[in-house]
């Protein structure tokens, strides 16, 4: 174990026993002071400030790690609601039909298709349907379901809003109509 400095001192010649004497004498003389002052050392104030630094930090951290842990158990019962509302309200997609053909839709950036029906097409375009995206595969839902699912989990979900038809005055295209059969 190292020697502390005053040994180290002595040790070398640099100072005198009573020198260390009289700074031990010195040293006692004002902590006994200054337990009876009520006030601390610079040592124990300096050891209480940091042990108070690192309760504040571990205080930080675990409300941190708590916070974390209750937003991911939120995440997870808004996903396991939202599979069950699928799983209840799930249309099937008339694929098998001889009319059936790919709907093309975005969700997360990506462009998806579904196999659909044409009554199913039109009522996806009005906005009557709308298509999830849970556990990896595509659903269909009503507009009701898909409302509900919208608060749950928004970006997996594709719904067409209902927008105004009214056309605008100073259009210079208005008379020029979008064919009804039109497909991307």
Do not use: C
């Not at 174990?1 to 005198?16: H, Y």
């Not at 940091?50 to 930090?57: E, P, T």
């Not at 997360?108 to 990896?136: C, F």
């Not at 379901?145 to 295209?173: C, F, G, N």
Request: positive net charge; aromatic residues 4%.
């Amino acid at each position: 174990m190292a020697k502390s400095l005053q040994e180290q001192l002595l040790a070398s010649g640099l100072a005198k026993p009573k020198q260390a004497k009289k700074a031990r004498r010195e040293k006692t003389r004002t902590d006994q002071q200054a337990r009876r002052e009520g006030r601390q050392s610079d040592e124990a104030r300096k050891l209480a400030q940091s042990v108070a630094d690192a309760d504040k930090a571990k205080r930080e951290r675990d409300r941190q790690l708590a916070d974390q842990q209750k937003q991911q158990r939120a995440s997870r019962e808004f996903q396991g609601a939202a599979g069950q509302l699928i799983a209840q309200h799930r249309i099937k997609p008339e694929s098998a039909a001889d009319d059936a053909l790919d709907y093309s839709y975005s969700i997360g950036g990506k462009i998806r298709k579904l196999a659909v029906s044409n009554a199913q097409r039109k009522q996806l375009a009005d906005g009557k349907l709308g298509i999830v995206r849970h556990a990896g595969s595509a659903a269909l839902v009503n507009r009701e379901t898909a409302k509900r699912l919208q608060a749950l989990i928004p970006d997996q979900l594709w719904l067409v809003e209902s927008i105004d038809t009214t056309p605008d005055p100073d259009d210079p295209y208005a008379g020029y109509e979008v064919p009804d059969d039109l497909m991307w």
